[in-house]
């Protein structure tokens, strides 16, 4: 792989802001997301793939031809194009640090420190290039990188016909970031026996298993007078919040838990006398688990209205998707494969549970069972993300040597 052209193309991507928006309707969430999603259907025209298709909500499609005469199995590779709306993405001014020496790395648009003492994983990668944003924006290789290396993938197995593969679907979506990537994903339109998502993190992540998730708003209903005549007359619907806040476990969140065990997580609350909205997520890879978990949210509301004698809290309790794990285990040679292939290329496979949801999950559900694959990024979601130009490399790689794979006759 040549590392310059993979750098220049992903710089390419990067510079193109496709924020998502999940307090819009539309599909994708944002109108500048079409911006690369058309780049990108350009690209694979351009390349010479086949069945190149953009769709009325801006999901790309294209078709590399088998070059076999056997009959091989259809695989695809899928990545999202949107970033998330948690941090901007917007005009982003990437640092190019070549053969990183192990020290810390200022981020000159801002007066942050991009430091090994305080993000290890940096020490993997000394000698490599490490591109990183100026501080003043995220970086966007989620999931840009995976973008890169699924397009740079075909382009080099279009170059090189001595390499043998079956039939690989690629496809690009919006507002992954949002929840929201495979809601208009037209399974049956791809064609593919199984698919991989390039949109994981560090070198040798191969994910079969991810969090049951739920997403719940709880209302507190209080009562207000003027506080000068309120005994015995205000409710404030705060302190009623805080007593449900404080009734759930304390080590169950996000920042005391780690591997399979799951959390609650309150990620935003509003409140007032009158009325009060926590918003948490529910996250556990065990069912029963998961289940149990909204089950305890319900009770604790059962209780307080019982406490107060009034309907004082209300819940609302939505599941957004599933263990991908029951889809997967089925067909485990989709993820032998991929083993297989990182094992050739001298990659040590790290076989993990995803802390958190990926489109894989959503499409192994509609009928596409979808592993996610290592794309190379870190710290995602803020200023402090990077990806070493190597790991994007070595994820392209690992796209190639799974068709081949997948091509060779039993």
Known sequence: MNKEEVLERFLSYISIDTESDASSPTTPSTDKQWDLARKLHQELIDMGMSDVTIDEHAYVMATLPSNVDHEVPTIGFISHFDTTPDYTGKNIKPQII??????????????????????????????????????????????????TEIMTAVKYLIDHPEIKHGAIKVGFTPDEEIGRGAHKFDV????????????????????????????????????????GYAKGKMINSMYVASEFIESLPKLET????????????????????????????????????????????????????????????????????????????????????????????????????????????????????????????????????????????????????????VAKPE
């Open 98 to 147: 070549e053969n990183y020496d192990g020290g810390d790395i200022p981020l000159k648009g801002s007066d942050l420190i991009l430091s090994p003492d305080y993000f290890e994983s940096l020490k993997n990668y000394i000698g490599q290039t490490i591109i990183t944003t100026d501080g003043t924006t995220l970086l966007a290789a989620d999931d840009k990188a995976g973008i």
């Open 188 to 227: 049956e339109k791809f064609g593919a026996d199984w698919a991989y998502t390039m949109d994981g993190s560090q070198v040798g992540e191969l994910e079969y298993e991810n969090f049951n998730a739920a997403g719940a708003v709880v209302t507190f209903h209080g009562k207000i007078v003027h506080p």
């Open 254 to 405: 996000p920042e005391h838990t780690e591997d399979y065990q799951g959390f609650f997580h309150l990620h935003n609350m509003k409140g007032a006398v009158e009325k009060t909205e926590l918003h948490y997520i529910i996250r556990d890879h065990d069912k029963e688990h998961f289940e149990a978990r909204k089950e305890m949210l319900i009770k604790l509301v059962s209780d307080l209205n019982e406490q107060y004698d009034r309907e004082a809290v209300s819940i609302e309790i939505n599941d957004q998707y599933y263990n991908m794990r029951e889809k997967v285990e089925p067909v485990m040679h989709i993820v032998d494969v991929a083993e297989k292939a990182m094992k050739e290329l001298g990659i040590t496979p790290l076989i993990k549970p995803i802390r958190g949801g990926t489109d894989g999950s959503q499409l192994s559900y509609m009928g596409l069972p979808c592993p996610n694959i290592f794309a190379g990024g870190h710290n995602f979601h803020g200023p402090y993300e990077y990806v070493p130009l190597e790991s994007i490399v070595k994820a392209t790689e690992v796209i190639v040597k799974i068709a081949e794979l």
